[in-house]
């Protein structure tokens, strides 16, 4: 298993500002994926983030507001941009195994005023 | 029909019950499938995998009906601790991407 470090582990934002969420693994990973999480809801993948190359987004969301960094193996950032109230919610970095198998940082939880 | 479905409960069961859970996916060609466990504010982490028939672990036995195209969780002896999220987990699309079901809400009482 991989052990992912996520923070920050919540913020309190102003809309209209920008959030960066950073995500460390301990281990060099192929997959990387950013999943979003409304309250009450399951978790809606946003993008997977490719190692030297853009995030590939699922539909629905925009590199514009969900831009996204993965300059090595083991790092990626997700960047919350132009907040409103219903960009609250949590966001969770997970690195994919060849079994299928995800794990999940612990989220960072984002509230925007 | 979604890509996976999941009865969203509450399942509210008494210590000691059985109960079980089913979701139903529709990407026929998938391989693998995944039970997660998420607790109140915290992230999901893997309970079981199937990707045969079926796979069983203690208490918990996961099981797939490929004709049907659905998996089912099923717990035995509940215990208070039991009580959280169940997550189903599918690949969709041609390639490995996770597509979660909305959950199913297991509550044990006393």
């Known amino acids: 298993s991989a052990v992912i470090s996520q923070k920050p582990s919540r913020d309190i934002c102003q809309r209209g500002t920008s959030l960066t969420i950073q995500c460390q693994v301990d281990?060099?990973?192929?997959?990387m994926f950013w999943y979003r999480q409304q309250p009450g809801q399951s978790l809606t993948l946003i993008a997977t983030?490719?190692?030297?190359?853009?995030?590939?987004?699922e539909s629905g969301f925009v590199i514009d507001k969900f831009p996204i960094s993965r300059p090595n193996l083991t790092f990626s950032t997700l960047t919350v941009s132009n907040m409103s109230p219903e960009d609250s919610s949590i966001y969770l970095c997970?690195?994919?195994?060849?079994?299928?198998?995800?794990?999940f940082g612990e989220g960072s939880r984002l509230t925007v005023l | 029909r979604k890509e996976v479905e999941q009865d969203p409960g509450p399942f509210n069961v008494p210590e000691g019950a059985t109960v079980a859970f089913n979701c139903t996916y529709s990407?026929?060609?998938?391989?693998?499938f995944f039970w997660y466990r998420q607790d109140c504010r915290k992230e999901p982490k893997l309970l079981m995998s199937?990707?045969?028939s079926g796979n069983e672990d203690g208490r918990f036995t996961a099981q797939l009906n490929r004709a049907s195209q659905y998996i089912s969780l099923l717990i035995r002896d509940s215990k208070l601790s039991d009580s959280a999220t169940y997550l189903c987990?599918?690949?969709?699309?041609?390639?490995?991407?996770?597509?979660f079901g909305r959950g199913t809400s297991l509550i044990v009482h006393p």
């Open positions: 997970s690195v994919g195994q060849n079994t299928g198998e995800l794990f």
């Open positions: 281990s060099q990973v192929t997959m």
């Open positions: 983030a490719n190692q030297g190359s853009e995030a590939t987004y």
């Open positions: 990407n026929s060609a998938s391989q693998s």
């Open positions: 199937v990707y045969s």
């Open positions: 987990v599918v690949p969709s699309g041609g390639s490995y991407i996770p597509t």
